[in-house]
Each structure stands twice: as structure tokens, then as C-alpha cells.
């Protein structure tokens, strides 16, 4: 199979909501979460404990780290070219290029709007937006590289399927 290309740039707003649906509690985070529970509970103060955890773990992951990661990390506002082939997935920016083998991916999953690519249990997961494809035929082939490379879970779509089973 010959490689998909895609082109695409995040706006701050798209880049926020992907970030929001693709988050998931780090060691970092979950080690201060515990920290935090811990010390309330030793206070006796365990309804606080609870809040305090909850309130923390949202403000980290769906306010400080979305923001810090788009004023922060080299290309992220810059167009992207995308290569999915057999082999991985390769970004190109005009600051970097990174090259990453499916092996690399334990899963992956489709949301609304969202195909989210996780590497391991403790990182956030990779998103790309559906609008992203051209065309049904370049997602029906994006889905079946998921499907071959990844444990997926993807929505039904026997119409996307199709175009990739047809000669």
C-alpha cells in the first residue's frame, strides 16, 4: 500500500478541544494527586481530599497542560505533513520531522470527530482530526492501517470498509 499523506494545521481552539478529548492522568500528575490525598488524609480532612484530587486533575489536564503545551512546543501552530505507511507514521513540520513505528502504538480509537493513536497506559494519546482526510477512501485507508498496526476500537462503518476491501 502506497503512503497516506495529509496536511493540516491546529488552530488554538482545535488543538484544545483534541488535547481535552485525548487526555489521560500521567505518573507525574497521578504521583502528586496521591501526594496531595495522602497529606489531606492524614489531616483528616478526607471529603476535601476527594475534591481537592478531582479539581487538581482536571485544572492539569484540561486547562494548564493544553495551554502550556501550544505556547510551548516547537511547531505546533505550523502546517503539518502527515505520512502514514506500513511502516509508521512520520510528522513534518517546518522545525522538526519525527518519524514513529506502529510498534510504538499499543491502540487506538475513534471518537466523533477524532481518530486518538495511544502509545502506552501513562501518555496521552495522539490525536488526528477526521477532517483531516481529503476524501472517504483516504480514512478507509487510515482505518485500516489502525485496524492492522493497533488494537483498535473503532465505530461500525461498513461504508468507509468497503472502499478499502474493493480492488
Same mark, same amino acid.
Given at each position: 500500500m502506497e503512503d497516506l499523506i495529509v496536511e493540516y494545521r491546529w488552530t488554538r481552539s482545535e488543538f484544545y478541544r483534541a488535547v481535552r478529548k485525548s487526555a489521560r492522568v500521567t505518573y507525574l500528575e497521578g504521583l502528586f494527586i496521591l501526594v496531595a490525598a495522602a497529606l489531606s488524609i492524614f489531616f483528616h480532612i478526607v471529603i476535601f481530599s476527594v475534591l481537592f484530587c478531582i479539581v487538581l486533575w482536571a485544572l492539569l489536564s484540561y486547562v494548564l497542560r493544553p495551554l502550556l503545551w501550544w505556547k510551548k512546543v516547537p511547531g505546533m501552530k505550523e502546517l503539518r505533513q502527515v505520512s502514514f505507511s506500513d511502516k509508521g507514521i512520520t510528522t @513534518?513540520?517546518?522545525?522538526?520531522?519525527?518519524?514513529? @513505528?506502529w510498534s510504538r502504538f499499543d491502540r487506538s480509537r475513534e471518537t466523533s470527530d477524532y481518530y486518538l493513536i495511544i502509545r502506552d497506559k501513562s501518555s496521552v494519546a495522539i490525536p488526528f482530526r477526521k477532517s483531516i482526510f481529503v476524501n472517504s477512501v483516504d480514512e478507509a485507508r487510515f482505518r485500516s492501517l489502525l485496524r492492522i498496526h493497533t488494537n483498535t476500537s473503532l465505530r461500525p462503518n461498513a461504508e468507509l470498509d468497503k472502499l478499502v476491501s474493493e480492488p
Open positions: @513534518a513540520t517546518t522545525s522538526r520531522i519525527t518519524a514513529v @513505528a
